[in-house]
């Protein structure tokens, strides 16, 4: 599928030897992401603001800085457990904000639908999105609605973008890191895509996993109340392993994850090993990866710690200046190195 | 499609008597689409600012007040003779901002691709898409792409959101519409309806008819630099009738095009005539209507006739206080009432 039919290169693409169409692990949050990024995506949208790749564009007016963020969802199934395509939407765009250091206020709402599409099921889309937006904080302001012809999936895309106002005081950012500095993390991780994988079903089995999908912007502010706070990243697709070499890109560092330090819930570790997935790549909704001033991580943790969201909230490593890259500690002591993947475990999960 | 097969009323949609399934004609910007957006859209999310279903939300933040605008984009096909959905996605969501009052700043992309489509057909969306922000003063700030799994048309989706400042001292609004008002286009109606039909193909015949797919933003400010402007709205789906059909529901007075003065041009009369559609119910993408004080009409026509994209500028008619509703003056002198449609003329047009 991404071989190249004719044994041609298509001269207009620089440094795209051998993929001339798009396949499912250009939307996994990996390598082949990464490179669609940088050749097609930055080479011709690029300026000083996209070209810093955050979870959100922040960018000066007059005043106050503002960051957007968009992201469009086309999760399958459109319900599962701990969540929904709508509350995902949600989430999702107003946890970019937050973890930028903004204040999450207006948010819009694009709807792709296929004809047939049952106005009961919508009603329940846009339910869940009013009661995530009201908990979250924020207003829906503007909105669109396309209808599509009938197809081969369920045929619901939402794509919500948001807008808010950095926090002011806040800086935030790669360039903040030091090697010493602590990893950390609100809770067990893992579980959105393998609420996912399982509720997608096909494997003989059903497990009480949840979704995580919750909107963290409270969590993230009772956090940057304090100080200490290097820099945030929400691990959604690719997770906590694609996150950190993103990070570890970025800084020249390295960044040493502690197996034995790690939460992951038995059931979500259970999943894992029969799908054949690392719990390292799995996708999480409602987490928040922090890198903070060691001196600080115990105050942040407890800060984590008293929110909902972040009952689960520990300390599970380090920032180094050798090594460079992504390792996990195992429980034997020894470094294993975490690429980042080529593609995807599992596509679709949001 | 839209009647319901069990004889039963779903319980939990009030005032949707026949309809419990999504139909083409919910996207079309008729009458189906104004009551999804009331009975599902508007009581869930429903909130001042997106109450007022303005092309762009405006709110205020601290200082100047901001506009906010989405749009998701579906045309079938991908390109087409003027245009192509990369630089239809960034017009639509650039004019929304500009009829609102807004300079267009920043604009986020969200592509849904489907697995197999040719990279250089990415490329050369891109590459329009560019190419337009440059044209149209924004920047792409914020981007997200999606992959899904191949299916029946050419899958491409693309969402842009737009963000921008409201120019200090324009107000805009239905509220400042009165009787004896002009009309205003800024040249020819139905070429992008006209457009879209031909590429689509299946009728035997092709016509040299193009898009007016452009950016707007240019126009517009020439415009608001003089006063008189009561109102603009781009009138996209359902075209000029459905726009106007708005503002009269939105006013109630009166709204009159002069047939005699409306700009058309022979080849999408021709297209209309062929496909029985009416002119003023195709949408456009390069146009914008004018509610103006008549005494100064006369300059703003000749303002647009300074842009590009204003050439054809013209007066097409009036705003009365009686009837109220929207009325084409026959070139006999008859009034012929112009309602809102049902659904749509043509679907997947944007």
Same mark, same amino acid.
């Given at each position: 599928?991404?071989?190249?039919?004719?044994g041609?290169?298509?001269?207009?693409?620089?440094?795209?030897?051998?993929?001339?169409?798009v396949?499912?692990?250009h939307?996994?949050?990996?390598?082949?992401?990464?490179?669609?990024?940088?050749?097609?995506?930055l080479?011709?949208?690029?300026?000083?603001?996209?070209?810093?790749?955050?979870?959100?564009?922040?960018?000066?007016?007059?005043g106050?800085?503002?960051?957007?963020?968009?992201?469009?969802?086309?999760?399958?199934?459109?319900?599962?457990?701990?969540?929904?395509?709508?509350?995902?939407?949600?989430?999702?765009?107003?946890?970019?904000?937050?973890?930028?250091?903004?204040?999450p206020e207006?948010?819009?709402?694009?709807?792709?639908?296929?004809?047939?599409?049952?106005?009961?099921v919508?009603?329940?889309?846009?339910?869940?999105?009013?009661?995530?937006?009201?908990?979250?904080?924020?207003?829906?302001?503007?909105?669109?609605?396309?209808?599509?012809?009938?197809?081969?999936?369920?045929?619901?895309?939402?794509?919500?973008?948001?807008?808010?106002?950095?926090?002011?005081?806040?800086?935030?950012?790669?360039?903040?890191?030091?090697?010493?500095?602590?990893?950390?993390?609100?809770?067990?991780?893992?579980?959105?895509?393998?609420?996912?994988?399982?509720?997608?079903?096909?494997?003989?089995?059903?497990?009480?996993?949840?979704? !995580?999908c919750?909107?963290? &912007?409270? =969590? *993230?502010?009772? %956090?940057?109340?304090?100080?200490?706070? /290097?820099?945030? +990243?929400?691990?959604?697709?690719?997770?906590?392993?694609?996150?950190?070499?993103?990070?570890?890109?970025?800084?020249?560092?390295?960044?040493?994850?502690?197996?034995?330090?790690?939460?992951v819930?038995?059931?979500?570790?259970?999943?894992?090993?029969?799908?054949?997935?690392?719990?390292?790549?799995?996708?999480?909704?409602?987490?928040?990866?922090t890198?903070? !001033?060691?001196?600080?991580? &115990?105050? =942040? *943790?407890?800060? %984590?710690?008293?929110?909902?969201?972040? /009952?689960?909230? +520990?300390?599970?490593?380090?920032?180094?200046?050798?090594?460079?890259?992504?390792?996990?500690?195992?429980?034997?002591?020894?470094?294993?190195?975490?690429?980042?993947?080529?593609?995807?475990q599992?596509?679709?999960?949001?």
């Amino acid at each position: 599928m991404s071989s190249n039919d004719k044994g041609l290169q298509p001269p207009f693409v620089k440094g795209w030897p051998d993929e001339e169409r798009v396949v499912m692990g250009h939307g996994s949050g990996g390598r082949k992401m990464h490179r669609l990024i940088r050749d097609v995506f930055l080479r011709h949208f690029g300026n000083p603001v996209l070209n810093r790749l955050g979870d959100s564009a922040v960018f000066g007016t007059r005043g106050a800085q503002r960051a957007m963020s968009t992201d469009s969802y086309v999760v399958q199934p459109l319900f599962f457990p701990g969540g929904d395509i709508g509350k995902l939407a949600v989430c999702g765009t107003v946890n970019d904000l937050a973890v930028a250091g903004a204040r999450p206020e207006f948010l819009s709402a694009g709807f792709i639908v296929r004809e047939g599409l049952e106005m009961a099921v919508l009603e329940r889309i846009c339910r869940s999105m009013a009661r995530t937006a009201r908990r979250a904080g924020v207003s829906i302001v503007t909105g669109d609605f396309k209808v599509i012809e009938r197809g081969e999936d369920e045929g619901v895309y939402i794509n919500t973008t948001g807008s808010g106002t950095v926090r002011a005081g806040v800086d935030l950012g790669p360039q903040r890191i030091r090697a010493g500095d602590a990893l950390l993390i609100n809770g067990p991780i893992g579980q959105h895509e393998a609420a996912i994988a399982v509720a997608r079903g096909g494997y003989g089995f059903k497990a009480g996993v949840k979704s !995580d999908c919750a909107p963290l &912007g409270g =969590l *993230v502010a009772r %956090m940057l109340r304090l100080k200490g706070v /290097r820099m945030m +990243r929400d691990p959604t697709r690719g997770g906590l392993a694609t996150t950190l070499n993103e990070i570890a890109d970025a800084t020249g560092l390295g960044f040493v994850v502690d197996e034995g330090l790690l939460p992951v819930s038995k059931t979500v570790r259970g999943v894992a090993e029969l799908l054949g997935f690392d719990v390292m790549y799995m996708a999480n909704e409602g987490k928040v990866l922090t890198v903070a !001033d060691l001196g600080k991580a &115990g105050r =942040l *943790v407890e800060a %984590m710690r008293a929110d909902t969201h972040g /009952r689960g909230a +520990r300390r599970i490593g380090e920032v180094v200046r050798r090594p460079p890259g992504v390792w996990l500690r195992t429980k034997l002591g020894s470094l294993r190195r975490m690429i980042m993947l080529e593609g995807e475990q599992l596509p679709r999960i949001c």
